[in-house]
């Protein structure tokens, strides 16, 4: 089998390694498409923390089971989609309702999707993978993944259907967020941007833009950051309104310090979230989003292409050009 390795940021290359085999209750998948993801492109230009190197590359992924192992939870020739880590269930944050912060959730992660078979252990096999419908876009299977994120995000947020809510980032993660609001009967949302051609792509996709200097302070129940840029993460803050929350989506490397008005946090009393990764129920949500409304969410994909155009990818991605691409081995 062919798979992308990441040898260190910079360094990837495509190379022929041994096809797993799948043991009890694992999952080998023959991949149909596998999206990147604004952590790849982190990964691959500074390194990240949760991926470790040398390593497989990618973790987005849609395919086809080509190999049960026994007692599997489906069988070869199902078309399935699912994420890369599932929570243990066990563990004091599994207990407390906090699977997304789970002990071991990044202790057995699936990585290296960018590849022609992708082997899924039985944990995340039995949990966190759905079979998908007749006809169904393997390219729009790969979003449960960036998906789920989002969901843990709006679970934690809990917005009521009249709140205002801005969200600053038309890139992926803002985009999905976009949709997902919509879809959930929030009307009062606005997605703030700098790029003309990103903010059109949210038009079209039926949502409401605006640049980010149309930003209003002290405006919003609830501003979604979804820059990964520190500027944004420190000015958020202004823009929610007293008793608002402001929700901070894009990790900064570690050791970033970021500063905020202490009096403004407190006697506005706002309210500041940072979810990361995600329980199994946001999981589901994706999921059911994603089979309920797949055409909403194509336009997310900028383009199809084969598994060996990984380093033109990563070069239009740096340059800020499309949202994701999928790519098909
Ligand atoms: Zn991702
Ligand atoms: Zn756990």
Excluded at 29 to 58: E, N, S, W
Aim: proline share 6%; hydrophobic share 40%.
């Amino acid at each position: 089998m062919q798979q992308w390795i990441l040898h260190s940021p910079g360094q990837i290359s495509l190379e022929t390694v041994l096809k797993p085999t799948p043991n009890e209750g694992d999952l080998l998948i023959r991949v149909l498409a596998a999206t990147t993801c604004g952590t790849d492109l982190k990964a691959y230009l500074r390194g990240h923390p949760q991926i470790p190197m040398p390593g497989g590359f990618g973790h987005e992924w849609c395919g086809v089971v080509e190999k049960a192992g026994t007692g599997a939870k489906y069988s070869a020739g199902d078309e399935v989609c699912g994420v890369h880590t599932a929570p243990c269930f066990h563990c004091r944050w599994c207990l407390r309702g906090q699977e997304n912060l789970c002990e071991t959730i990044m202790q057995t992660k699936v990585m290296g999707s960018f590849a022609t078979h992708l082997l899924v252990p039985k944990r995340i096999a039995d949990v966190n993978v759905f079979r998908l419908p007749l006809g169904f876009p393997p390219e729009v299977g790969c979003l449960i993944e960036p998906l789920a994120c989002v969901m843990e995000g709006y679970s934690q947020l809990k917005p009521d259907r009249e709140d205002e809510i801005a969200i600053i980032g038309p890139g992926a993660i803002g985009l999905l967020f976009a949709v997902a609001l919509q879809k959930f009967g929030h009307h009062n949302v606005v997605i703030y941007g700098r790029t003309q051609e990103r903010l059109r792509l949210a038009e079209s996709m039926g949502i409401r833009s605006a640049h980010t200097n149309d930003l209003v302070l002290g405006q919003y129940d609830a501003v979604i950051e979804c820059t990964g840029t520190l500027d944004v993460w420190q000015s958020s803050l202004n823009y929610v309104r007293k008793g608002g929350t402001v929700v901070l989506f894009g990790g900064l490397p570690s050791g970033t310090q970021a500063q905020f008005d202490a009096g403004l946090l407190h006697y506005s009393q706002i309210k500041i979230l940072s979810p990361f990764h995600f329980g199994s129920q946001p999981v589901k949500m994706a999921w059911d989003l994603l089979q309920s409304y797949p055409d909403s969410f194509m336009p997310l994909i900028s383009a199809k292409v084969g598994l060996q155009y990984l380093p033109e990818v990563l070069q239009k991605l740096q340059n800020r050009n499309g949202i994701k691409y999928a790519l098909i081995p």
